[in-house]
């Protein structure tokens, strides 16, 4: 028997691992079988809610007013939405893809879901939790005369992206290692949109400096 039988093939890899990074610009929109439930529906609730929650987390007087000169342009259901985001997932996975980077085993692409679909005659659809997985595999539970040319032209993009990566390719040559670029997909006439900034950047570094990213979830 030779000395080697029985022993453990060992492999060596040359080429790094390709990893994306990703996350949805509003994780925390709560959505019942692809059917939005809007709870913050009016800046009443906005404001009594925002209260509520940074009395528990801050001493900072004028938390508000800061928070509201960050996102004060979004409507109450977005405003709510985009800051727990920041907060809890696109700040610190900035963070963690920028971390990972640092291995010389892996090439870390950042990935942002900006993508708020718009049905005719309702509010637009934050992009919530998993909402590109549901784009991915067809819209299951949707309307499916609701959805719009652009919807099936996103879900086109995620697929060519995952069939690039999966074949060891990239889908752009653009689209550079984090944290030199990140690739944001949007609803616009242009939806693959190739930024030197990190998600939120802004946004992230302000509510770093008042504390308030060491709240990031765990699965």
């Known amino acids: ?129 998993c909402f590109d997985t549901d784009a991915l595999f067809g819209y299951v539970g949707f309307e499916m005369s609701k959805l719009a040319p652009r919807d099936w032209e996103f879900r086109k993009v995620l697929i060519n992206m995952l069939r690039e990566f999966s074949r060891g390719g990239i889908f752009t040559e653009d689209w550079k290692t984090f944290p030199e670029a990140t690739m944001i997909l949007r609803n616009e006439e242009k939806i693959v949109q190739i930024t030197g900034v990190r998600p939120h950047e802004r946004n992230c570094n302000e509510l770093q400096n008042l504390n308030l990213t060491k709240y990031g979830w765990q699965n």
Request: charged share 20%; hydrophobic share 35%.
């Open 1 to 129: 028997m030779s000395e080697n039988a029985g022993k453990q093939k060992i492999s060596t890899r040359d080429t790094k691992v390709k990893i994306i990074v990703s996350n949805t610009a509003q994780e925390t929109f709560v959505s019942v079988i692809n059917k939005p439930h809007l709870a913050m529906n009016s800046h009443k609730i906005l404001n009594h809610t925002l209260s509520t929650l940074f009395k528990q987390i801050t001493e900072d007087g004028e938390i508000l007013k800061k928070v509201y000169g960050m996102y004060g342009n979004l409507t109450p259901q977005f405003l709510w939405d985009t800051l727990k985001t920041d907060m809890r997932s696109t700040c610190p996975t900035n963070d963690v893809a920028e971390a990972m980077s640092a291995s010389e085993h892996h090439e870390v692409y950042r990935l942002f879901i900006d993508y708020n679909m718009a049905p005719p005659g309702q509010a637009p659809v934050p992009a919530y939790h």
